[in-house]
């Protein structure tokens, strides 16, 4: 969840949503999130909405975080009203959301899972510090229902992870991973971070192969982003480390994509890889290939039918609200239907389902034949209709689509 709040219109204290927004509600894929803002400290490149101890302030506190969250669940049940809606994806992401008791998680899943029922095969997901669990903790996520887990490796590298201000050494994400396995979790996620300031292709390669070796089924890859307002970019402002350059992003890319490939796993998403179709993230499909979720937790952005809203940044804020008995959502915004085929091409195209060519405005039909003739597009998958990235396509991704919108 990211720090800043964007504007929007005010959102009613009920937290009441149009008729509009309710039509076709249980016909899409629906989702919860939970976001946990805690973190023992703050990496240097990160600029989501999370609070260490000492940013905490009064007012919010870990012990009583759960009880908080499961009061906006019940919010939830009552604005969405009566409609048949089993959660098909749950996901608990942060911060840190294993710094809560295990109990404490199971007990907002249990409550999501009274208010709406669980899919018989939901997927349900933490994100997870390596340093943050142990096999004891393992264990009780998977009694409490939690079949997935996501661990934060970033780099195999002790002094990559200290430009990022990693605090967990070498070594350790791997060992978590086995941990979690040997609890009996199906699916296992790495996401790891490239093009740190400082680190060599060489390191790139050896995170890789930790990753790898590891053991999971999903690996999540990103470049690394330097957001304004960071500690990282600080440094960086300062000279004290330099700017990540695009080609050698592009490079790393290649590089995992070889990797990754060669030890059996699939790109499905621009950034990410699993060995087999079951292995995907479909919390995250659910949100590429527009479904409906809601989000709870301070900062957290919801959205159903096409009206999208988030709650308030703070997390005593956030409590205050809910105490009051009132929601905690800060502003919200109605998507035109325009603005919805536009997100909607954003994030297809960077599916390896691809967009279909029937969708594409006339307007944008001169760029899809230049990234077809630039060889950006896959020409057997065009052929068949639907417009599915090339190799070279992913590394032009987000050009391309600014080309087709």
Request: net charge negative.
């Amino acid at each position: 969840m990211p720090s800043t709040l964007p504007d929007g219109d005010p959102a009613p204290a009920s937290g009441e949503l149009a008729a509009a927004a309710l039509a076709g509600l249980g016909e899409r894929p629906f989702g919860f999130y939970v976001h946990v803002p805690f973190c023992v400290t703050r990496c240097g490149y990160c600029d989501f909405n999370t609070y260490t101890a000492a940013e905490l302030g009064p007012g919010a506190s870990h012990r009583d975080y759960a009880d908080t969250a499961i009061a906006e669940v019940r919010l939830a049940r009552r604005v969405l009203g009566d409609a048949e809606l089993p959660v098909q994806t749950v996901f608990f992401g942060g911060g840190t959301p294993t710094l809560l008791p295990a109990a404490d998680l199971a007990r907002i899943l249990r409550a999501i899972g009274e208010e709406f029922g669980l899919a018989a095969s939901a997927e349900v997901t933490t994100e997870a510090n390596p340093e943050s669990v142990d096999p004891k903790y393992l264990d009780e996520l998977l009694d409490g229902g939690f079949n997935r887990v996501s661990f934060g490796m970033q780099s195999a590298r002790e002094h990559v992870l200290q430009v990022l201000d990693r605090r967990h050494t070498p070594g350790r994400a791997a060992q978590a991973v086995q941990e979690a396995r040997q609890a009996g979790f199906g699916h296992v996620n790495l996401d790891l971070i490239y093009s740190t300031p400082g680190e060599s292709d060489d390191d790139w390669r050896a995170s890789l192969e930790a990753a790898i070796a590891a053991g999971p089924d999903h690996v999540s890859a990103y470049s690394l982003i330097v957001e304004d307002g960071t500690r990282l970019a600080a440094r960086i402002r300062r000279g004290e480390l330099p700017m990540p350059d695009d080609d050698v992003a592009a490079d790393r890319y290649l590089i995992a994509d070889a990797m990754l490939a060669e030890a059996g796993f699939a790109w499905y998403e621009v950034s990410n890889w699993a060995t087999s179709e079951a292995a995907r993230c479909r919390h995250n499909l659910l949100y590429w290939t527009g479904g409906d979720w809601w989000a709870a937790g301070p900062g957290a952005h919801s959205h159903v039918g096409g009206t999208r809203w988030w709650n308030v940044k703070h997390p005593a804020a956030y409590a205050q609200r809910l105490a009051a008995g009132t929601s905690p959502a800060h502003a919200r915004e109605v998507l035109t239907m325009e603005d919805r085929e536009v997100e909607r091409l954003m994030l297809e195209l960077r599916l390896v389902s691809g967009y279909p060519l029937a969708d594409v405005a006339p307007s944008a039909r001169t760029a899809v034949a230049e990234a077809l003739g630039k060889g950006l597009l896959e020409p057997e998958a065009f052929k068949a209709g639907r417009m599915v990235l090339t190799l070279d396509g992913r590394l032009l991704a987000d050009a391309l689509i600014r080309d087709l919108t």
